[in-house]
């Protein structure tokens, strides 16, 4: 019998999507006395992430939380240095749609600022804390369109205790607001038994078996999708200290981290991976002449 790998080199390689939350281990957690007091260990699991990356010959869209950007200003540079894309995961981690407009609007600049300054370049890509974007919070599209974001990952067409639109069209798309359009690159499902199953990272990622996590890349893959992976550096640093959580918290944080970075590795074997705007532009846009390559694309 073939090795996953050995198939999947005599398979065409379609380009997958990888992104990254960028967000130390304590970002997520609402005590905000933790927080202050936390061990700043984003560096660990960070590296760990480009190393493999980079041995893989894979590019991925890092979107950063604005004060772990602010607080590591090296690290950005680093992430930009190494040919990723850089994107904006917003300033507190917090539920968008708990949130009033103006504030969402003014916490986004911020943290979009703060990366932009960095690296110099316009930051265009936005993914919501929590995947917040919800049938509550749709208004943030708008906002983003008005802050200059060409795309949004933050849909994810399923329904979880804390974020999702189970009917969301689960494919790329132009959404058209009042201050501009905008693409949404929603997370990917999968549909089975009549009705959307996550496939594609973060906690997910650690529960499945990776061979549930490969036939779901291959089922996709069959349909001409493009999978929007996703991960967290802190899953890969094993060694973050405890900290209390509710179960729901807790299993989303610490399920089977101790396989992640095995997992990881195979998956970055077995498939090929660039950044959100990378494939949107090179591959998705440009088939509705939207791209803005598209010249280049024409003239080549
Ligand atoms: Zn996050």
Redesign the pocket.
Known sequence: MKSLSEESQQTVRMRHIFTV?V?DWY??IADEQIRASAERRLHYGLDILLELLAEYNAKGTF?W?GPAAAEHPNLVRQVAEAGHELGC?GWF?ELIYTMSPQRFRDETKRARDVIADLTGKPVTAY?A??FSITSKSLWALEILADLGFRYDSSIFPIRNWRYGIPDFYPQPQQINTSSGSIYEMPVSVRRMFNQNIPVSGGAYFRLYPYRLTYSNFRALERQGDHVVFYI?PWELDLNHPPVPLNWKERITHYVNRLSTESKLRQLLQDFSFASLGDVLEDEVLVKDGLSMNNAQTTMS
């Open positions: 939350d967000e970002h997520g979107f939380l995961h981690h993914r804390p929590y967290h």
